[in-house]
RNA sequence: GGGCGGUUAGCUCAGUUGGGAGAGCACCAGCUCGACAAGCUGGGGGUCACUGGUUCGAGCCCAGUACCGCCCACCA
């Protein structure tokens, strides 16, 4: 063994081990219980992140944790096809090339992709085992696999069964470049310096006065179909009711009252568009007002408007501006900065617009989910992101379930020349309602989260009735970002509750997001983007996936190289501390203690356990890792090793034995956190078969936890030594470990007694003064109290030792 | 605009039911002993963001303010 341990080469070697030897495999075992993480699948075009390193590093310790325990523990993986995305990657590559999808048309496309995945995709799975996330790989499961497809199929159908989804012209997000119907959350929001134009709209009868409105969006003046005003707003009272004429179009039509007009916008006016906005398409449909569009899926403008057909918005806008000028109808143009949504994926200019799409209605499908969230029968963690999870269940709309990409799952839906729909897992031969064998299955396919929804019993073989299924569903475990907590994690249950009756997990941890080392978000375009694979490469998986724990508290944490170093100095030193005791001989894994500090290491490491089995079932994984950095330093290297140091340079048996054995358990206790160091030690240690990663879990041994006896003397001894800095009141064993430890001519062998007796001053006055006044005496506990007795006498005590 | 989180040592962060302000890094001093100088021992360093309140007692509980951040949102 090296005296630097160096993490390059030891990780890949126990990597492969691992997996070919079988032992990131699982078996369906129901006679055992389960440990079940159907890990988040990553878009197959994707590369590894923090987010991802960080899911891993959380999801994999507690997997390492549970299979040691005993459990049918299984970590399944795969990719999701993530159909924007990856068409939008593989649109990219064909624009490098001078090519757009239509040069290629659809069934070309769909090859074109498939060619590009085997080329370029799927890189993410060896990044993946770069962290040592002990997956069952050979599980893997695509969403496009021709199993999976089947069980899309069979939700989509069960769903429009019972008549849940339906067909309806709604508004919603267009992507003129991906020619899509877009969910809210595939959006981004950025702040654009625009200008508010005001218009002033004639009225019918009076055209020498009128309402003045206040627009962004002058090309879409021509669909107008009213101008509203609040009900409460003074200024525009009179103009209810009467009609304006439209600019350009000069068509007449009313002024209507409605309470969703923010009077303290523009001029409190706003005209009317409910075929290119939200709001304005509530609005027209509660007052019934028609739906004209100016703007078709291209973008452009369409032939709503005489002379303006085919003109790009921004030549639109500048021909109604001319009009409106000349017909002194401009009141005025000011900047205006305001945010706008875009394309998440290519960052087109969202249009609002009237489209027929298939949507899913939630009221029933969510209302079983909510009652198992609200009853806790599924827990988010933390306690917020429960209450989050509950409250933007609860506010759901309809989900909009079809997309017009070319790469996805085509809905499963054909339609006869009479128009009539056919809705069935397979191709049907006739249309089911005329018997038509003219049948073409709609273009559409399904948004890529209604078959991530189905992902952790589809990748179980559902909806056969396998023998995964059985064993591995319900699952145990779920982790995720918070973002994802409406997109995934609840679709996720109601659609488990509705198709196997179960929740898939019980648990989801919605984990941190990794900032950048300055508190910003990591972004390639703000610069601030870490590429976890270098990391791994320059400290290793084993302190990445420490640093990456430790920092993993609070909401958001920032990214921490020095936590990364920590976690390579925790490997280097548990390294260098096993290198000892190799060193000093043979002898059989063994507890043997036959002094005051192997008694108390013993103990100590029961009592770590403890500490570190409470922590990992909470999932605090930053304390647990902080337990397991003070008990590999302080207690097991500097305080025990340097004690048993003298016997081991006798070849002392029982001392070489009880260290291993000590040191076993240090390794056990370790390995979820850093699996490669202390499975390669492991293989050190003598007459040991196995591997550490399948290696029962320790018992948390009574007797030791019990020897409060030496978990007391050597604690108080060490705080009385580490206050004083001086020999003073030790003797015997305690003696006999501090001058181990402390070399005789080090500074601190007779320091700073003085400082100390200062100190301790201080501290007698402070309990004595808490002691004399009275309401504290009264009123406070009497155990509060008494302790403060008891410490006085002990300060009392220790000053008495010193200055003696 | 809404929700959530944060503000404690030079830096990154702990602080469990209210009762002696902590860790790691950095810095300083000593040790240089046959695991590790990526070591050991010790030390200096803090108005716990601010203002009120509750309490015998507040980093912790309550109210408010300021600043930072993340997520969400149809102000045209």
Not at 92 to 99: E, M, R, T, V
Not at 280 to 295: N, W
Not at 511 to 532: E, Q, W
Request: proline share 5%.
């Amino acid at each position: 063994m090296e005296p630097l341990y160096e993490p390059h080469g030891v990780e890949e070697r126990w990597q492969r081990t691992w997996e070919d030897e079988g032992l990131y495999g699982a078996e369906p075992d129901t006679s055992r219980p389960r440990f079940v993480v159907a890990h988040p699948p990553p878009n197959v075009t994707g590369p590894l992140h923090f987010g991802h390193a960080l899911q891993l590093a959380l999801a994999d310790c507690l997997v390492r944790w549970h299979r040691m325990r005993g459990f049918n523990t299984v970590f399944l993986t795969g990719y999701d096809h993530a159909g924007i995305s990856t068409q939008n990657a593989v649109e990219k590559h064909l624009a490098s090339q001078g090519q757009n999808r239509h040069d290629l048309g659809r069934a070309r496309f769909e090859e074109v992709v498939w060619d590009w995945l085997r080329l370029y995709g799927r890189t993410i799975m060896t990044q993946f085992r770069r962290t040592g996330a002990s997956m069952d790989y050979r599980r893997e499961r695509f969403t496009m696999d021709d199993a999976y497809v089947r069980a899309v199929y069979r939700f989509f159908v069960h769903l429009y069964r019972k008549g849940w989804i339906y067909r309806a012209n709604r508004i919603i997000n267009w992507c003129p470049f991906h020619e899509t119907s877009l969910s809210d959350l595939e959006l981004v929001h950025e702040e654009v310096d625009d200008a508010l134009t005001y218009v002033r709209y004639p009225f019918a009868d009076v055209p020498s006065d009128g309402v003045t409105i206040a627009t962004a969006r002058v090309p879409t003046i021509v669909a107008d179909v009213a101008v509203a005003v609040h009900p409460d707003d003074e200024r525009w009272r009179d103009a209810i009711g009467r009609h304006v004429l439209v600019p350009y179009v000069e068509r007449a039509v009313p002024v209507i009252a409605d309470e969703r007009v923010d009077p303290e916008f523009g001029t409190g006016a706003l005209k009317v568009t409910p075929g290119h906005d939200p709001l304005d398409f509530e609005i027209g449909r509660d007052h019934g007002l028609p739906e004209p569009t100016a703007i078709g899926p291209d973008g452009r403008m369409s032939e709503a408007a005489d002379g303006l057909a085919g003109l790009t918005q921004d030549e639109a806008e500048t021909a109604i501006l001319d009009w409106l000028r000349e017909h002194g109808q401009l009141e005025k143009r000011e900047s205006y900065r305001h945010a706008i949504a875009l394309c998440e994926r290519c960052s087109s200019r969202i249009e609002p617009l009237i489209s027929l799409q298939w949507w899913c209605a939630m009221a029933g499908i969510k209302q079983p989910a909510l009652e198992a969230l609200r009853a806790r029968r599924v827990a988010y963690h933390p306690e917020s992101q429960h209450r989050f999870a509950i409250e933007s269940l609860e506010s759901a709309p309809d989900w909009c379930i079809s997309r017009q990409l070319w790469w996805g799952h085509r809905l499963p839906l054909w339609e006869c020349p009479d128009g009539h729909v056919t809705v069935e897992e397979t191709t049907p031969s006739a249309c089911a309602e005329c018997g038509s064998t003219e049948l073409t299955q709609s273009d559409d396919v399904l948004d890529t989260w209604f078959s991530s929804a189905l992902w952790p019993f589809a990748i179980l073989g559902w909806p056969e009735e396998t023998d995964e299924l059985r064993a591995w569903y319900p699952g145990t475990l779920n982790t995720t970002a918070r973002e994802i907590i409406r997109l995934w994690e609840n679709r996720m249950i109601f659609s488990g509750l509705e198709l196997l009756g179960e929740i898939p997990f019980e648990t989801v941890i919605i984990h941190t997001t990794v900032l950048a080392t300055d508190g910003r978000r990591m972004s390639k375009s703000l610069g601030t983007g870490i590429d976890p694979v270098e990391v791994i490469d320059e400290h290793g998986a084993d302190a990445t996936r420490y640093g990456l724990l430790k920092v993993s508290s609070t909401q958001d944490s920032r990214f921490s190289y020095g936590a990364i170093e920590e976690g390579r100095k925790l490997a280097n030193k548990l390294w260098n501390a096993s290198r000892l005791l190799l060193q000093a001989g043979e002898a059989p894994v063994e507890e043997r203690p036959k002094t005051l500090e192997e008694r108390w290491i013993l103990a100590r490491l029961s009592q770590a356990q403890r500490g570190l089995e409470s922590d990992l079932a909470s999932f605090d994984f930053a304390h647990a890792v902080d337990t397991l950095y003070h008990l590999t330093f302080d207690d097991f290297c500097d305080w025990y090793l340097e004690s048993i140091k003298p016997r081991l340079y006798a070849r002392d048996g029982d001392a070489i034995a009880t260290g291993y054995a000590a040191l076993e358990r240090l390794l056990e206790l370790l390995h979820p956190v850093m699996p490669h160091v202390t499975e390669e030690i492991w293989g050190h240690l003598p007459a040991r078969r196995g591997r550490l990663i399948v290696a029962p879990w320790p018992e948390a041994d009574e007797s030791h936890a019990a020897d409060a006896d030496a978990l007391v003397r050597v604690q108080e001894a060490a705080e009385m030594f580490r206050r004083s800095g001086v020999r003073v009141a030790l003797e015997g064993e305690e003696l006999r470990i501090f001058e181990a430890v402390v070399r005789p001519g080090s500074a601190a062998g007779d320091g700073n007694a003085a400082a100390e007796i200062e100190r301790l001053h201080k501290e007698i006055a402070r309990a004595e003064g808490m002691l004399a006044n009275e309401r504290f005496v009264q009123n406070a506990p009497a155990d509060v109290v008494e302790a403060e007795r008891g410490k006085l006498e002990r300060y009392r005590r220790e000053l008495d030792a010193l200055d003696g």
